[in-house]
């Protein structure tokens, strides 16, 4: 079902590029870190995050040039659209996470997210590599998969669908490791609706990969600022 007042959604990553992009995720998941570990026995985290996020960059970047060229020309098109959606999108994500924290501290005495204090764990040790992973890696390999992947490949037959699906595996793929020991940490899937629906959003309204990978890395790099400064004032 769509509504008449959505702009056309043209981005296509390819049918191929598309299998690839979501074939990616269980290999940068498991299969490059259990390489790491198990072959090359690197035991650092920072790095065997670091390398796995350079693979997968690399990798997005084959697969993807002229989808990733033809998107910018999109945004060159329509820069105004672009910057005002990114700019909403935050702002509403501000928002809406207000109001999920307020509902998380009903079942959790301190609504800590696992992954952020994991992420500030690794950034006490290797700042500067870290900072490199949240802010320009993540964003573009997540971005390839989730959306230009999942969310661009099934919207072509569903919107609601598409919507659905990469919501559900984008917040999962945020929890599901820390979730694994210890249950309640899935109420933390919570947190990542608000964004998950909006990177989603940003994507479809700027017609363009670029628009939701500017809010992603927007939105990390302005989480990793205000957590650092959380850490130097406790």
């Known amino acids: 079902m769509y509504r008449r007042d959505l702009p056309e959604f043209t981005s296509r ?3 191929v590029p598309a299998i690839l992009a979501i074939l990616w995720l269980p290999v940068h998941v498991f299969g490059l870190p259990w390489i790491l570990v198990r072959v090359f026995g690197i035991r650092d985290d920072v790095q065997i995050n670091f ?3 350079v693979i997968g960059a690399v990798f997005m970047l084959v697969i993807g040039f ?3 060229r033809r998107d910018f020309d999109a945004v060159c098109d329509r820069p105004g659209r672009v910057f ?3 700019l909403g999108c935050y702002a509403a994500m501000m928002l809406m996470n207000m109001a999920v924290s307020g509902i998380l501290m009903l079942f959790v005495d301190e609504a800590e997210n696992p992954n952020n204090a994991a992420v500030m764990d690794l950034v006490s040790v290797q700042s500067n590599k870290m900072s490199v992973i ?3 890696l993540a964003p573009f390999v997540e971005e390839m998969i989730f959306r230009a992947g ?3 490949t099934i919207r072509q037959k569903s919107r609601l669908a598409a919507y659905l699906v990469s919501i559900a ?3 999962v793929y945020h929890v599901w490791g820390y979730a694994l020991d210890d249950p309640m940490s899935w109420l933390y899937l919570l947190q990542y609706l608000p964004a998950s629906w909006l990177l989603c959003r940003c994507y479809e309204y700027c017609d363009s990969i670029w628009g939701s990978l500017a ?3 927007l939105t990390n790099y302005i989480s990793l600022q205000a957590l650092s400064l959380a850490e130097e004032l406790l």
């Open 169 to 171: 595996l984008f917040s």
């Open 150 to 152: 999942v969310f661009g």
């Open 84 to 86: 005002l959606q990114v």
């Open 134 to 136: 949240a802010i320009f």
């Open 66 to 68: 002229r989808f990733l």
């Open 13 to 15: 990553l390819g049918t």
């Open 51 to 53: 390398i796995t996020y």
């Open 215 to 217: 809010f992603h890395m």
